[in-house]
């Protein structure tokens, strides 16, 4: 394992302690600043505490696509889900912050389900990501997105849409720049190369369709940047804006570091979880509690490197005044673990039940979402 | 250029003088011999020159696949195009061979016209290419194939129904190997290692389709044969035949040496030649004939290195008596370069004028060729 000072980010893997400011100088992305944010904010009428709290830290090109905006051009969102697993709360938490910004900027919203790519990276047959696959998107619907403004990109099923663009890309992407951007090797099969122009085509599909070149904005994890290297690199050459981007940190698990995930069962709250499982998770989370209750009443606690205090940044605080108090009360000794915990349970319990009744209701709507290349002929 | 002892044959590039022997060596291939041949002439009924004359010379499993069908289990054909130019006499003869397998074994037969490859790798936009392969289909259909036996694959349309193939083929070869069986480099675009594999999935596809494991005969030129060694290698793996294949040599230009290829129009019978075009090319062919027509009537031609000779041994002698006789006519100095020219130019332009007429027929059906997934459901 790397140690404190050394860290991996790859779109297939994250290790070590992530230095998200380290990040943005190696990637070369560019810190949100309050500007950006308050005209962000301006827009939606109201904060969002996944901006304001810089769980939406870095950018590419934001100004000039929020400049574009006021000048008169609409931009869509592009973001998506690779479908080998579950649901949990890591993917829903920046969905939400998709619904934000599709509701603030009116924004058509386009959403790819990399069913290739992961039957190329797993040990999974495509029947069984088909089924991930259906249940990721009504997970997607549930977050409340708006049927006329969104579209979900099946590779599998849109792929005869999709491929002529990625062959554009393709052809004008060389495997050595996709070894240097990916770490690709001899060894990788020769799926996920050309699979990396599949994942950059949607930044174009609606100018295509649309017959203009209409600005994108991504909203993903910083891990996923190195997929819109690519894109910005081709889309000159293919008379396309660049595709500008919107990166969160990772969403930590309830172990001790790291990024919620589905190959970690324990420190993840999956959507379909019962309340029963998540009260159990939740109360047996790493924390940045002193060993003993009677040292925490005399040293305070850390909530900087607890999960339980960063799951209320993200959702479940009711207010920043509250996360406020959260924070100073675990310093100072005065709120312990437990019934800290125990407040989160309940809150993270409510929010996935309400979810799960939502989730019902979407999964008679996949087909509705699908995109169809007739509905824009 | 290489000089005769040394050539390069790769599916993109042919380079000196092709040892066809030492080519069967180094592919790993074997030669078809006078029993196979006898078994294909008996069932056809008939002798085809392509065969006899061993234009068709080299196979792999030929004998395995005609042993599985006296055993009752009918194969189909594969061959294929690249769209990237007009078609030509050295497209039209392996066609003719084609046709002659099918109506013998009464089998399916797929055509797959890579226009995504060509994109890949030609300086043509995809609207330029659409119409060769529009162009292309219409010649193959031309040739006389079954309607209800035989189904065109154009990639860009029918890559949904290809593409999960092509993951399962992609997932199981790496870089490396694709690396070492086409001699990609790193500098390769990251389209053409996957179109390997997109390549290899027309094997598998009707054993999909029709749900059981079905026996496969690729027909083509021996340049191609790497993509089949992909197939090959993988077949097992997914539980099927490794496809059966039955070897051309180049159909030889009008210049001195070399396969005919559309990048060399002058010495290429291209099938929208006009009468007037093919009797300039034809008479101003290379031949193998001496410096001055004294000289040959004392020393005699060499047929073996004439292309005119050549066209003769592939479609256009009437009969295996009256190749022999201008041969041996040749050779004694009895026939000069003239007449012999004058001769074969007029039997090209008949063929080609025919060739047209069914043409224009054939251009008004090419939807009633083009695979649809709909048909199989």
Redesign the interface.
């Known amino acids: 394992m790397p140690d404190q000072k050394q860290f991996v980010v790859t779109p297939w893997k994250v290790e070590g302690a992530v230095d998200y400011e380290k990040l943005v100088k190696d990637f070369g992305t560019q810190l949100i600043d309050d500007r950006l944010r308050a005209r962000i904010t301006k827009k939606a009428g109201f904060s969002n505490p996944l901006l304001s709290r810089r769980v939406f830290y870095s950018h590419r090109d934001l100004g000039w696509l929020l400049d574009m905006y006021d000048k008169g051009e609409e931009f869509f969102l592009y973001t998506g889900r690779g479908p080998s697993g579950g649901t949990h709360l890591g993917h829903i938490i920046p969905y939400t912050f998709n619904k934000y910004l599709q509701d603030a900027y009116d924004a058509e919203l386009w959403f790819q389900v990399t069913d290739?790519e992961k039957?190329?990276v797993k040990e999974l047959e495509?029947e069984e990501i088909s089924e991930f696959a259906r249940q990721n998107i009504a997970d997607f619907i549930a977050c409340g997105f708006d049927p006329k403004k969104t579209h979900v990109l099946l590779d599998?099923?849109c792929?005869?849409t999709l491929?002529?663009i990625?062959?554009?890309i393709?052809?004008?992407?060389?495997?050595?720049t996709?070894?240097a951007v990916f770490g690709?090797?001899?060894?990788?099969?020769?799926?996920l190369?050309?699979f990396?122009?599949l994942q950059a085509a949607p930044c174009f599909l609606p100018s295509v369709l649309h017959k203009r070149n209409i600005p994108c904005l991504i909203p993903a994890a910083i891990d996923q940047d190195p997929y819109w290297r690519i894109a910005r690199d081709v889309a000159p050459k293919l008379g396309f804006h660049k595709p500008a981007a919107i990166h969160c940190k990772f969403i930590s698990g309830l172990g001790k570091g790291g990024k919620m995930s589905s190959s970690e069962p324990e420190t993840t709250i999956f959507m379909d979880d019962s309340p029963t499982v998540i009260k159990q998770k939740v109360m047996r989370s790493f924390t940045g509690g002193a060993p003993t209750e009677e040292q925490q009443r005399l040293e305070g606690g850390d909530p900087s490197i607890c999960p339980v205090y960063s799951y209320y940044t993200y959702l479940f605080a009711k207010s920043d005044a509250e996360l406020q108090k959260i924070f100073d009360e675990c310093e100072e000794g005065e709120l312990m673990c437990g019934p800290d915990k125990t407040r989160l349970a309940g809150r993270v319990a409510a929010f996935v039940s309400d979810f799960q009744k939502k989730k019902q209701k979407a999964l008679k709507r996949v087909d509705d979402f699908l995109f169809r290349e007739e509905d824009f002929t």
Chains 1, 2 share one sequence.
């Open positions: 290739d039957y190329l495509q599998s099923q792929i005869k491929y002529p990625a062959l554009k393709a052809k004008r992407t060389t495997f050595s996709a070894k690709f090797t001899n060894e990788t099969n020769v799926g190369p050309f990396t122009a």
